[in-house]
Nanobody, 125 residues
Framework: QVQLVESGGGLVQAGGSLRLSCAASGRTLDYVYMAWFRQPPGKEREFVAAVSGSVEDSYYADSVKGRFTISRDNDNNTVYLQMSSLKPEDTAVYYC??????????????????WGQGTQVTVSS
């Protein structure tokens, strides 16, 4: 079974930046879509960003559009989330997700087959 391992989380002040990484034990080319979700304290898991296998298509939640950038390096089987202009409301556990058979709902957690264990991001005001 392919494993996804996130890293790069931590504590940062508002306005700062972080880059999250998600390393896959298998080939990311096997995944049609890869995405980042997050779960703020006491809330449901929510979509953050997704990128297609060809890297031609990327999508973002309105709350992060213009501040976050998703990218994938299929040569190194890694997906990244560059986060800038961070806000306290970005505080959450961030999860990497991978989809083997895309059915059209990149924004839904139920679209994705494999998940990482999560990495904590805390933004202080």
């Amino acid at each position: 079974q392919v494993q996804l391992v996130e890293s790069g989380g931590g504590l940062v002040q508002a306005g700062g930046s972080l880059r999250l990484s998600c390393a896959a034990s298998g080939r990311t080319l096997d995944y049609v879509y890869m995405a980042w979700f997050r779960q703020p304290p006491g809330k449901e898991r929510e979509f953050v960003a997704a990128v297609s296998g060809s890297v031609e298509d990327s999508y973002y939640a309105d709350s992060v559009k213009g501040r976050f950038t998703i990218s994938r390096d299929n040569d190194n089987n890694t997906v990244y989330l560059q986060m800038s202009s961070l806000k306290p409301e970005d505080t959450a556990v961030y999860y990497c997700a991978a989809d083997r058979r895309y059915t059209g709902t990149y924004y839904s957690q139920y679209e994705y087959d494999d998940w990482g264990q999560g990495t904590q991001v805390t933004v202080s005001s």
